[in-house]
């Protein structure tokens, strides 16, 4: 047999090698031709949906009008929470009033209807005479101004007149729900409104404490 020289040898390990090495290059090539990976852009959309929350809280929430009396041959006196009723339309002031006004704030994120009405008293004649003031007649009214400027939007429904047969929130025959403001503003600095009271109270009322509870109700 012929015997094969290390020339020849060398010369078919490098073809060897050679064709060993193309093979591995084919092969990488073939795979990454068939496992390429492909992106796709797309959109999407994120949504947030804030309810209209509503609420209002009462921060100065007493008003007083005082102790007195209505003067003796009077058939009632007009006494006020927001001043001092000393000699005031037959009346007699004792004790002066100590705070003559209620606060509420719009503690909600939108824009109210505010009203009031009475929690524990179905009339005037209930509050003031227990029943029945005989021909005396009686009155709860209530009024509603700015406390911050611009709280109740361009004035829109405020109750500014006490002596308004609309401002009574007790009445001989009744009670009613009275508006206080169509648009409380909800804003920072520009969300707060004062009441304030009168009363109309007769001869017949009786001695003691005359106490009313007041809902003030905020609707969107």
């Not at 029943?131 to 004035?155: F, V």
Request: negative net charge; charged residues 15%; hydrophobic residues 35%.
């Amino acid at each position: 047999m012929k015997q094969v020289s290390n020339k020849m040898i060398v010369g078919i390990l490098l073809i060897s090698m050679i064709i060993i090495v193309a093979g591995t290059m084919v092969n990488i090539n073939r795979i990454n031709k068939y496992n390429q990976v492909t992106g796709a852009v797309t959109s999407g959309n994120t949504t947030l949906v804030i309810d209209a929350a509503t609420g209002v809280s009462v921060t100065d929430a007493t008003a007083s009008f005082g102790t007195g009396h209505v003067n003796v041959g009077s058939a009632y006196a007009n006494i006020y929470a927001n001043s001092s009723n000393t000699g005031n339309d037959n009346w007699t002031e004792s004790v002066a009033s100590e705070d003559g006004y209620m606060t509420i704030e719009n503690t909600g994120n939108s824009d109210i209807n505010l009203t009031v009405r009475s929690e524990n008293q179905a009339d005037s004649k209930t509050w003031l005479c227990g029943g029945d003031c005989g021909s005396g007649e009686g009155a709860l009214t209530i009024a509603s101004m700015d406390n911050e400027a611009g709280s109740c939007e361009s004035g829109t429904g405020l109750q500014t007149n006490l002596s308004s047969n609309d401002a009574a929130i007790l009445h001989p025959t009744g009670n009613a729900t009275i508006g206080l403001c169509e648009q409380f503003n909800f804003e920072a600095d520009t969300d707060t409104i004062n009441v304030t009271f009168a009363a109309k109270v007769p001869f017949e009322a009786t001695t003691g404490t005359k106490m009313v509870s007041l809902i003030f109700s905020a609707n969107s």
